[in-house]
């Protein structure tokens, strides 16, 4: 298995995987419209995405990254906010594979960590994320206001 950063080239594959990825999270399939807004993520070098790349070059996961800033530390920090794996492939370390090629690049860009949430109800990620040093943050309220 190899993780490496997502190119154009990738875009395919890639968006099968992203338009599975939104259906988990009770999003209606779009495959087309996923094409478009991963092709303009790394054509506007507006996120990072490493894919899971089998011996065969099949891609079974990806991770997508956003910069964010944290005014109060005065560093950047990366949102975690897409990581996917086909059922097919899971339980064979390639979720924490993708979460470790994350950290690395919170490390190489001088960042001061990596964020992310998740729903309540996905077990996997509640069991996965405390395995790889992510705590769980009891101390403050996410709140979000929608413009739709």
């Known amino acids: 298995m190899q993780i490496r950063k997502a190119t154009l080239q990738d875009i ?3 968006a099968t995987l ?4 939104r259906v988990f999270y009770e999003k209606t399939s779009d495959y087309k419209s996923a094409v478009r807004f991963l092709t303009e993520r ?3 070098n507006e996120s990072e995405i490493f894919v899971a790349e089998t011996e065969t070059t099949q891609i079974v996961g990806f991770v997508q990254l956003y910069p964010l800033f944290s005014s109060t530390r005065m ?3 990366w949102l975690l906010n897409d990581l996917f794996v086909l059922p097919e492939f899971r339980s064979k370390g390639i979720s924490i594979a993708l979460i470790e090629k994350s950290k690395a690049l919170c ?3 001088n960042a001061c960590g990596l964020q992310l949430e998740t729903a309540k109800t996905n077990n996997i990620g509640n069991n996965l994320y405390p395995k790889t040093g992510f705590e769980l943050d009891t101390e403050h309220h996410f709140y979000f206001w929608s413009a739709v």
Do not use: K, P, V
């Open 18 to 21: 992203f338009d599975a990825y």
């Open 12 to 14: 395919s594959a890639l």
């Open 42 to 44: 790394i054509e506007r």
């Open 75 to 77: 560093q950047r920090l």
């Open 107 to 109: 490390l190489e860009t």
